[in-house]
């Protein structure tokens, strides 16, 4: 007897389900310890405020931080989990600014899927406990995937469910995105995925001033964030608009092409010419950070997907590799073998980017870190990879720990719950081997994270998605 497709499907789905991702997710298969109390003692704890503190403890309860200080003074209730950590870091959870759920396979973004099941356990093992998905090509998909986090159902960060691309007829890269040919439709859009869940947005490459004007009105009347990686519109432009947030830097931006036409996003090798040509003493960069931070608009650091599209980033190492199913990995070596541009113009790009960063918040702008998981970054071991070379553009680990954490919940509005180690805020925290207050490397050696509370196990996640990076 055949059975009408639908059930069939059904079936499958359902057998898939309770096979795979839901049944292997009983509570403890991914932690490190079942504890609902616990106490990180002897911690080199440094709080997200640029302080390091040596051999303090921090006490958990019930998803809370209810006490930290210096060990000698605090006294453990009868019965606490201890975890000794002698010579181990603790920092705040990792707030990821700039996150993708979908993995780039190749040249065209559009035909990426997303991965719901090894991208959360990804980030989430590399201490990011909180995500904004900054841009996503399933946006559904995102916002139940967040629900069921929330639940408990899957490990994962505590996900920012950013809508899908805001852009314009014109948008030469994608095309899951909402193409907005008026304010009217920029307002309409906002409502209707705010409506359902979405808590920010990202403006694109062909979104107009008027459109994002609109864009940016409505979403803070609704209590929700505008990010943008623009070319249309300069990044002062949008600054004196009102937008809260721009991605990557100086080197993305259309700021300092010449001729540039109002709404018009310029020829990709226009933007490259211009971000090539471009000198840290050029006195355009000092006047658009003046307006960025008069503006009070927050600015994320993409480090590491800078490298790769530049070609210094080194290769994926054996750990990553064995990510990767057999797609992705046929991407990433057709991408490793394309020509790269001359080291010297690469370096000189970077060098560029990493000064404007570095007097970006010397002039008092918040400056926020993310992977922008891509072909050759994966996600988690690039928001890693970030802080590696935030520390190479000069920053001292303190600050990096602070870029990484405190600034991502103040960006958000959420640094009253997030991005710090103190009494009363939400237990998310990462235990590092090493300390990292003397060498930023420790970020590649996670030890314990915790979000809300719930301590998990990075090599539990890292060895449930073995080869599924690039599937699902």
């Known amino acids: ?28 298969a991914f ?7 616990f106490a990180f003692v002897h911690a080199i704890l440094l709080s997200g405020h640029g302080d390091v503190k040596r051999d303090w403890t921090v006490v958990v309860r019930d998803g809370l931080i209810i006490e930290v200080g210096p060990s000698a003074a605090v006294r453990l209730a009868p019965g606490t989990k201890i975890v000794d950590a002698t010579g181990d870091s603790l920092v705040p959870g990792l707030v990821g600014m700039h996150e993708h759920l979908y993995a780039e396979l190749g040249d065209n973004v559009s035909t990426s899927p997303t ?19 900054t841009g996503s ?72 001033r008027a459109e994002l004007g609109a864009t940016i009105q409505e979403a803070h009347r609704r209590g929700v964030l505008v990010t943008g990686h623009l070319c249309s519109v300069t990044m002062g432009e949008a600054a004196d608009i009102g937008i809260d947030q721009l991605e990557h830097g100086i080197v993305q931006s259309s700021d300092f092409v010449t001729d540039k036409q109002p709404d018009v996003c310029p020829a990709f090798r226009a933007l490259f010419e211009s971000y090539s040509a471009l000198q840290e003493s050029d006195p355009r960069i000092e006047a658009l950070i003046s307006r960025l931070v008069a503006h009070h608009v927050a600015v994320t650091s993409t480090l590491a997907v800078l490298e790769r599209d530049f070609g210094l980033a080194p290769p994926l190492d054996a750990g990553e590799l064995a990510l990767l199913d057999s797609t ?12 790269r541009m001359p080291a010297a113009r690469a370096s000189h790009i970077m060098d560029v980017e990493m000064s404007f960063e570095r007097r970006f918040v010397a002039a008092g702008g918040l400056l926020t870190a993310g992977a922008d998981s891509g072909v050759g970054t994966l996600p988690g071991f690039a928001d890693e990879r970030t802080l590696e070379l935030l520390a190479k553009a000069g920053f001292s680990p303190r600050e990096v ?59 539990k996640l890292l060895a449930s998605v073995q080869g599924m990076y690039g599937r699902e």
């Open 1 to 28: 007897m055949r059975l009408p497709l639908f059930p069939v499907i059904f079936a499958a789905a359902f057998l898939a389900s309770a096979s795979g991702t839901e049944g292997a997710l009983a509570a403890g």
């Open 115 to 133: 991965m719901l099941v090894s991208a959360p356990r990804l980030y989430l093992a590399a201490g990011v406990t909180t995500a904004r998905t």
């Open 137 to 208: 090509l399933e946006t559904y998909s995102e916002l139940e995937l967040k629900k069921r986090i929330d639940a408990g159902a899957e490990p994962g960060p505590t996900l920012d469910v950013t809508g899908p691309y805001l852009s314009g007829p014109a948008e030469p890269l994608i095309t899951q995105y909402a193409s907005l040919r008026s304010p009217e439709d920029a307002t309409q859009t906002v409502d209707f995925w705010t409506d359902r869940g979405v808590t920010s947005f990202k403006a694109f490459l062909a979104l107009t």
């Open 401 to 459: 720990v602070t870029i990484a954490t405190l600034n991502g919940a103040k960006a958000m509005r959420r640094a009253d719950r997030i991005g710090s180690i103190e009494t009363g805020k939400d237990a998310d925290l990462v235990l590092l081997h090493g300390d990292v207050s003397a060498d930023v490397a420790s970020f590649r050696h996670v030890a314990v994270v915790v979000k809300r509370g719930v301590a998990y196990d990075p090599q």
């Open 328 to 339: 992705a990995r046929e991407g990433y070596d057709r991408h490793a073998a394309r020509p």
């Open 31 to 37: 932690t490190a310890f079942d504890d609902t109390g």
